[in-house]
Nanobody, 124 residues
C-alpha cells in the first residue's frame, strides 16, 4: 500500500519561508518522479515542481523562490519555499508517478499516487 504523507505546512507572514516534506512508503521511491501541486480555494489544482532522478522542473510562478529536493535514502521529497506571497496560500500536495515525460509533467492526472495535502497560509 502506497502512502504519501506531507508535513511542514502552516501560517507564515509574507516574505517568510516554509519547508514542506513528503514521506513515501510502499513504493520503490528512487524509481518514481516526485511532484508538488497546490490548490487554492475556488481554483484548480496546479503544478508547482517535480524532480526526477536528475533534473528539477518548476512552474513559471515559482520564479526561483522554491526548491524541490529529494532524499532517496529517507524516501522523502522536500519543497523549500522562500519569499512567500499571499498568493501562495493553498493546500500543497505531493504526488508520485512511475514514468517521466516533460510534455506531461504538469498534468495531475498523470500522477499515480497522492498525499492528503498540507495547508500553507501566507498572511500579508
Amino acid at each position: 500500500q502506497v502512502q504519501l504523507v506531507e508535513s511542514g505546512g502552516g501560517l507564515v507572514q509574507a516574505g517568510g519561508s516554509l519547508r514542506l516534506s513528503c514521506a513515501a512508503s510502499g513504493l520503490s521511491f528512487s524509481n518514481y518522479v516526485m511532484g508538488w501541486f497546490r490548490q487554492a480555494p475556488g481554483k484548480e489544482r496546479e503544478f508547482v515542481a517535480c524532480r526526477n532522478g536528475v533534473n528539477r522542473y518548476y512552474a513559471d510562478f515559482v520564479k526561483g523562490r522554491f526548491t524541490i529536493s529529494r532524499d532517496n535514502a529517507k524516501n522523502t521529497v522536500y519543497l523549500q519555499m522562500d519569499s512567500l506571497e499571499p498568493e501562495d496560500t493553498a493546500v500543497y500536495s505531493c504526488a508520485a508517478r512511475g514514468r517521466f515525460a516533460i510534455a506531461t509533467m504538469k498534468y495531475a492526472a498523470m500522477y499515480d499516487y497522492w498525499g492528503q495535502g498540507t495547508q500553507v497560509t501566507v498572511s500579508s
